[in-house]
């Protein structure tokens, strides 16, 4: 019996180690690159290394320790990690601008080779909105109605992978929305707009399934607090990104709507 809780504990600990890595790297060369840039002059702003700071925090809260633990066993907290992992940590990195750092940090041919993949057309294809979203509320939906679930909690390198997965579509998706970092392939308000709405849409359609037919090997009643939280916990987030979304349109149409085409608008535009 011992022997079996030791093996289980090792197979816990393992994935959550693999897991917390890539965020630990991440943090570390955030606050290299910030330092870095500031000891050149170029002072970097302190809000967006918290909103770093803060996201690393909920990814790894997510991924390592006593969430983590009972994620295996209550589909509540599994949902609760999901949103730490999917919508709230990848909205706020995106918020740090990481990119815009590294770029800066850089030495210009690093920068320039940086920017040439950044303007490839793989990048385009995978940063396009309608296919980040794809990726991020598509996967999710392969997830909890198929038995992809069920294998995850069993299967080590599955939850991994799968984890990983959450993470860097919800990453995609939200860098795919609002624009805090440079992006060469660029999409109207309009057509991100629409797109939101579909994801939005989707996910929330989602979490009435999750209430209504519960995932392989998950209760009915824990199914039902799981789907309640992916939907009040879901909005609250995605609340977040829209009032940031229609700011920056806000901010983008202002000039041309208060001034007309003159100097100011132009270099507006091009800023």
Request: glycine fraction near 6%; charge should be positive; charged fraction near 10%.
């Amino acid at each position: 019996m011992h022997k079996n809780h030791h093996m289980h504990h090792i197979d816990g600990t393992i994935p959550q180690l693999i897991l917390a890595l890539p965020f630990t790297l991440a943090l570390v060369i955030y606050i290299v690159c910030a330092v870095i840039s500031t000891y050149r002059g170029k002072s970097w702003s302190l809000y967006r290394t918290s909103t770093w700071i803060i996201g690393v925090f909920c990814a790894a809260l997510a991924v390592v320790g006593p969430l983590a633990n009972e994620t295996h066993m209550n589909f509540t907290v599994h949902m609760l990690n999901h949103l730490l992992l999917g919508m709230l940590a990848p909205l706020l990195m995106a918020l740090a601008a990481p990119v815009t750092l590294v770029l800066r940090t850089l030495n210009v041919t690093s920068a320039r080779q940086l920017s040439c993949i950044l303007r490839s057309r793989p990048v385009r294809i995978i940063s396009d909105p309608v296919v980040a979203s794809l990726f991020n509320v598509g996967g999710l939906w392969i997830i909890y109605t198929t038995n992809l679930y069920m294998v995850m909690q069993q299967n080590p390198v599955v939850h991994i992978v799968l984890h990983m997965h959450v993470f860097l579509a919800g990453y995609l998706f939200t860098a795919s929305i609002i624009y805090i970092d440079p992006t060469p392939h660029r999409t109207s308000f309009t057509y991100r707009a629409i797109v939101l709405v579909m994801a939005l849409a989707g996910h929330s359609i989602l979490s009435k399934h999750i209430y209504a037919h519960s995932p392989s090997g998950v209760s009915a009643v824990q199914a039902e607090t799981g789907g309640i939280l992916m939907y009040y916990g879901g909005d609250a987030i995605d609340l977040v990104l829209i009032s940031i979304f229609c700011f920056q349109w806000f901010r983008a149409a202002r000039p041309r709507t208060l001034i007309g085409n003159d100097h100011y608008t132009y270099k507006h535009q091009l800023d």
